[in-house]
């Protein structure tokens, strides 16, 4: 078990590394030259020179490497040109934004999608059954940026011109606003809940043909005790794990979502650093990204691990 | 300041907007018909417009990007110079149009030396007032050296000036602070507590011009020689103090108690909400939750906005002083077509620009040729090319294209680039140029044209640094800047056009100086090097409440003058 | 949902003649297949006929008919059916040929995934460790193992922790866009799907009686593989690439809206929403037409390959 842990641990790290590696080479073959694009539009060629050698820019890639992992290891991204701050610090500052929405989309996920997902296995074949069925498939074939511009046009402005009311803003971020994050979050979630639902139906379905349950029936244990004491818990299990590695992926932030509502977190710093060729900031956010599924893949294993002592150990 | 994408939606950050400009000196004084669109409250001249009065309140001001820098000597693009403009001042300032008038110096500089020495007289009790409002110390001599001095400095944190060597390397002994050999250029000097003088290497028109830009502020002269810690707690002499600031959202200007100038600030608060997309920041205005919008008119609402009666007299208009063009490889390898003279002069009749307006919905001036209207050196007779497909199939096929060619057309990403490219492609096609289309994210688009036969065509647009005709020649069309890293993009590069554009430089009549530039321009557009299609249009909304806000051709936003109209 | 709950009392692993029928059965009885299916066909036949039925050339600005006096787009009318865009083009025309574009990416990302993604489940799957020789100097030799399954698998989940968004919009700008580098990427991610599906079902047959039994006649292993074990997964493939083929289309949309995907003025049913997210207030007609078209087009391969994964992979929710 902890051979197996530390193994995991080795490979979340390899990863890690494949990433920054990959990006690392990426952005170095970028066209946009940083020395220039720092120096600012009416720099000389002499400015542009001295920031290339002050930063290292002219040493080959594997020099370049080195020196960005050395300052990593010791905590130092550098330093974003376009927003002029560390990149550190930047990252950190804008994740309480992302951290805000990845919650609540995953809230409107799970509060839609296991009540259906548990109703539909209850009644099963039911029209309710077929109807979140279709429901479920047409949403998940929604794009979530075309889904985010409607709900902004239909109800972005509705309560405002209606009611006088700005119920839904349009965009933007207020900390612990909870307005700001209505829209956002239901353009996260809902394609999840529609795959919530499907995943929990199935799982619950599982359950409900297990012997336990025949038995917890049969002993008069009252139906929704059943449902939910046994079954529900039982099929935990494979919604825990879904839900692990969905949290790591928002937590790297919702790049569409964020853009469409400019929510300032991780996903739009990305988007920015690439369009501004902000080189140190482009190396962050793909590595915290990475960083957040890595460690939610951790999570989950290691979950699975102690809740299924079953599991196969040997890979 | 340069190079922009043709105007701004999702990315606004880069660029730079140049911010605007007038006449060149003192003495330039024409104003041409064309000049800025009415606005209520224009007034002329005094070192503030006079039709404002102090009536409190606070104003809110959204825009798309954030506010890059507190730091004068960093700061170069749209929301960091309004903020500037409020927290600092400089020697020099222009009026509500492009005259230049003093502000932090006390009257107009003695120039002597044959146009190499300035020397200002410093305005007296001038404050410089800490964030929370308590005045630091009376403004001296030394803290007007030192400012240039810290502009000029090569360890300036993050990183330098991007425009020490540009703007300010004319000053004698700036070249050795730039490449770190002295601490201080000898050609600043403090004469007295009062008195400070400029001695340049070369006599030159424009040196006042970049004066009154906010690289130019003056800064208490222990102000750290790094910006991040400048941000934490600016220090100038303006009417407004930085009173709060939360990076992605909002910055809080509160009124300057202390400031020297009676009468002043108008306002008791202004505040920056950045981070707002221009389509939320119409609807706010609408809805009066907002003041004033730092981007122009988004495209969807512009018809429905310009044309609805109810918004007419709070419609702010004004004409950029820009210039946004295609430009051709003039020095294409191997050959190629467009280094052929004939070539470029028959795409020259290609292009349907008063389309191109439309398409913008009227957010522009046509363009035939390089000056725009408010810069001095602009001629109204100019247009040495005009429409006609016919004629221009007709002349590549004397140039012996008859079947045209083929090429790739580059932009950036930012609307309407996209869009207008698309529409010069049709053009060209129709003319029998088959060109690809290559949008680019700004950054990786400038690297690119700025690097020699990277683009064969491009669609780029030019603001003015300060307004002087020699902001659009020497950067974009000498030989000088045909070079890696140069911003002449089609690489033009004709030695006659260069000797006289090295003599407008010298000439001193100011009449005869415009006369030259007129004579430059009609040279360069026989050779061709740019088809010029629009001269930028600015459109914004106000609320009911704002009183006297117009765009300034040279800074566009420049709050210092707006006030609140009285009850409300 | 009988389908399901059929289905899922069979021997899903090893199906047979008689577990295909039984699958065809379930399908027929699902009334998702037949409106997938014929979803399926009506956007394939509309992109292929789209240079017949379009009423102008896709990229053809009207610059005089197709705008307003103020240069905005105008509505449906009997030139225009579905009115023109932002630079006076037909938008009826540009949904169909976009058709053309959201297709062509969905097709060929995935057939390239498919191959890739069962090559690499399969390899992983049957060669497990495989010993190399290497000669040394000096005629030694040396044996090398190399934990093929576990390397080929590792890079499948590792690939899978990329932020793939985010690294498709930094290789736009470096290598500039295009259709080819639209399906590399895609199909670069793609295929770890497939390889995690090939291969966990592959592990299973690989110790099926049947293998072991050609095992022990000397069949060699590619044939094995081939003619005897990849039969068996044919449905299972098919589900996940019709399915494949509908989040492919919902990236390359994704990838066209945030401007990173196919250059201009191809018609792609993404960009048609980002170039006219100016105009969604006064004119949403043009932001709402092309989201319907990625709709219905990603429902239509969704309910297909759903109704399929039904038949033939009832368990694929686990």
């Known amino acids: 078990m902890i051979g197996y842990l530390l193994r995991r641990l080795v490979w979340a790290m390899a990863v890690l590394v494949a990433v920054g590696g990959v990006t690392f080479v990426l952005v170095y073959v970028l066209p946009a030259d940083p020395a220039r694009v720092i120096a ?233 650093s690439i369009r501004t060729a902000d080189v140190p900031l482009i190396m962050g956010t793909v590595l915290f990204g990475t960083l957040c599924i890595v460690v939610a893949n951790l999570a989950v294993d290691i979950g699975n691990a102690i809740a299924d002592p079953r599991i196969r150990y040997t890979r | 300041m340069a190079r922009h994408a043709t105007a701004r939606r999702w990315m606004a950050a880069l660029l730079a907007v140049g911010l605007l400009g007038g006449a060149c000196t003192s003495a330039a004084t024409n104003q041409p018909s064309t000049g800025p669109a009415s606005s209520p409250g224009a007034s002329t001249a005094t070192s503030v417009p006079s039709a404002a009065v102090a009536t409190g309140g606070t104003l809110s001001i959204a825009w798309n990007s954030d506010i890059q820098y507190f730091d004068p000597a960093k700061g170069y693009d749209v929301v960091s110079w309004p903020a500037e403009k409020l927290i600092y001042e400089q020697l020099l300032q222009y009026d509500s149009g492009t005259k230049l008038l003093p502000l932090l110096a006390d009257g107009m500089p003695t120039v002597s030396n044959g146009g190499k020495t300035y020397t200002f007289k410093l305005h007296s009790g001038v404050k410089f007032v800490n964030p929370d409002g308590s005045v630091l110390r009376e403004m001296n001599a030394d803290d007007v050296v030192a400012s240039i001095n810290r502009v000029l400095d090569p360890n300036l944190k993050p990183s330098a000036s991007p425009v020490a060597g540009g703007f300010f390397g004319n000053i004698v002994g700036a070249a050795d602070v730039i490449a770190g050999k002295a601490k201080a250029a000898s050609g600043l000097k403090k004469i007295d507590d009062l008195t400070v003088e400029f001695d340049l290497n070369q006599a030159d028109a424009t040196f006042l011009n970049i004066l009154a830009t906010p690289f130019a502020s003056v800064l208490p002269k222990e102000a750290p020689h790094d910006a991040a810690q400048v941000a934490t707690k600016p220090i100038g002499t303006g009417p407004y103090v930085l009173k709060a600031y939360t990076k992605g959202s909002q910055a809080t200007f509160a009124a300057n108690k202390s400031y020297w100038q009676a009468g002043q600030p108008f306002l008791d608060e202004i505040d920056f909400k950045v981070g707002v997309d221009d389509n939320a920041a119409i609807q706010q205005i609408q809805a009066g939750q907002l003041d004033l919008m730092g981007d122009p008119l988004p495209a969807g609402s512009f018809t429905q906005i310009t044309t609805d009666p109810q918004y007419a007299d709070r419609l702010v208009t004004h004409t950029l002083v820009d210039t946004d063009y295609l430009f051709f490889d003039t020095q294409q390898p191997n050959n190629g077509p467009l280094s052929k003279l004939a070539v470029r002069q028959a795409l020259e009749y290609a292009i349907d620009k008063d389309n191109i307006l439309k398409l913008v919905h009227g957010a522009g001036v046509k363009a035939d040729c390089i000056f725009p209207p408010d810069l001095p050196g602009y001629d109204p007779t100019c247009h040495p090319y005009t429409f006609d497909q016919a004629k221009a199939k007709q002349m590549l096929a004397d140039a012996g294209y008859p079947n045209g060619f083929s090429s790739t057309l580059y932009t950036d990403t930012t609307d309407p680039d996209p869009q207008i490219v698309q529409a010069l492609q049709q053009d060209l096609a129709a003319v029998g140029v088959k060109v690809n289309i290559v949008t680019e994210e700004f950054a990786t688009f400038l690297d690119r044209i700025e690097t020699p036969h990277k683009a064969p065509m491009g669609w780029v647009g030019w603001f003015q640094d300060y307004p002087d005709p020699s902001d659009f020649i020497d950067p974009l069309l000498s030989c000088a800047t045909a070079v890696q890293g140069g911003a002449n993009a089609p690489l033009y590069c004709n030695k006659q056009v260069d000797q006289m554009a090295a003599q407008a430089r010298g000439e001193t009549d100011p009449a005869k100086r415009l006369q030259a530039y007129q004579d430059i321009q009609k040279a360069i557009m026989a050779d061709a090097p740019w088809v010029p299609v629009r001269h930028q249009k600015w459109f914004t909304l106000v609320s009911t409440r704002v009183n006297n806000f117009q765009l300034h051709p040279v800074w566009n936003y420049d709050l210092r003058s707006v006030s609140l109209k009285p009850g409300s | 949902m009988t389908a399901q709950l059929v289905a899922a009392g069979t021997d899903y692993e090893v199906s047979d003649a008689r577990g295909r029928s039984r699958a065809w059965d379930v399908l027929r009885r699902n009334p998702s297949f037949w409106a997938g299916s014929a979803m399926v066909v009506a956007v394939i036949v509309l992109a292929v006929a789209a240079p017949v039925i379009a009423p102008h050339d896709p990229d053809q600005q009207y610059r005089r008919e197709g705008l307003n006096a103020h240069g905005d787009p105008i509505g449906p009318s009997a030139a225009f059916p579905l009115g023109t865009d932002l630079l006076g083009r037909d938008e009826l025309s540009r949904l169909l040929f976009g058709a053309r574009t959201s297709l062509t990416v969905g097709i060929v990302a995935n057939a390239i995934a498919t191959l890739v993604g069962v090559a690499v489940g399969s390899i992983a799957a049957f060669a497990g460790n495989v010993t190399v020789g290497l000669g040394l100097p000096g005629g030694r030799r040396l044996a090398v193992t190399v934990p093929l399954e576990t390397i080929l698998m590792r890079l499948t989940d590792a690939i899978l922790s990329f932020p793939v968004l985010l690294l498709a919009i930094a290789l736009v700008a470096v290598i500039g866009a295009s259709l080819v580098l639209v399906v590399a990427v895609i199909a670069g991610v793609l295929w770890t799907g497939i390889a995690r599906i090939v291969y966990s079902r592959m592990v299973v047959l690989r110790d099926a009686e049947f293998v072991l039994a050609a095992r022990a006649l000397g069949v060699p292993a590619p044939r094995i593989l081939v003619r005897h074990v990849l039969p068996h997964l044919t449905s299972i493939i098919a589900v996940y690439a019709t399915l494949g083929i509908a989040s492919t289309i919902l990236f390359e949309a994704t990838l066209s809206f945030l401007g990173v995907g196919v250059p201009l003025p191809t018609a792609t049913w993404g960009q048609m929403i980002s170039q006219h997210l100016g105009y969604y207030d006064t004119d949403p007609r043009l932001v709402v037409l092309p989201g319907l078209a990625i709709m219905i087009t990603i429902l239509a391969f969704n309910l297909l390959g759903d109704a399929l994964a039904d038949a033939f992979d009832p368990h694929r929710w686990r």
């Open chain 1, 40 to 272: 600012g539009p009416r720099a000389s060629a002499d400015a542009v020179a001295h920031i290339r050698t002050q930063l290292g820019l002219d040493q080959p890639l594997v020099v370049q490497l080195a020196a960005y992992v050395e300052r990593a290891i010791h905590g130092d991204f550098g330093h974003s040109f376009s927003q002029n701050l560390d990149v550190l610090p930047l990252i950190l500052q804008r994740f309480p934004a992302t951290l805000q929405l990845a919650l609540a989309g995953l809230f409107v996920e799970l509060a839609i999608g296991l009540p259906l997902g548990v109703l539909a296995a209850v009644r099963r074949d039911s029209g309710f059954d077929r109807g979140s069925t279709i429901l479920s498939i047409v949403l998940v074939s929604a794009p979530s940026f075309w889904v985010g511009l409607l709900l902004i046009h239909y109800l972005g402005f509705l309560p405002h011109t209606q009611f006088g009311i700005d119920l839904f803003p349009i965009g933007g971020y207020k900390a612990l606003d909870l307005r700001y994050l209505i829209l956002p979050a239901v353009t996260v979630g809902f394609a999840g809940a529609a795959y919530y639902t499907r995943l929990t139906r199935v799982t619950m379905l599982d359950e409900l043909h297990r012997d336990y349950v025949r038995t917890a029936r049969a002993i008069g244990l009252a139906e929704t005790r059943v449902l939910w004491k046994h079954a529900f818990r039982n099929a935990l299990g494979p919604i825990l794990t879904q839900i692990g590695l969905d949290f790591g992926f928002f937590l790297g932030g919702v790049v569409v979502v964020e853009q469409i509502f400019s929510w300032p977190g991780i996903g739009k710093l990305a988007v920015e």
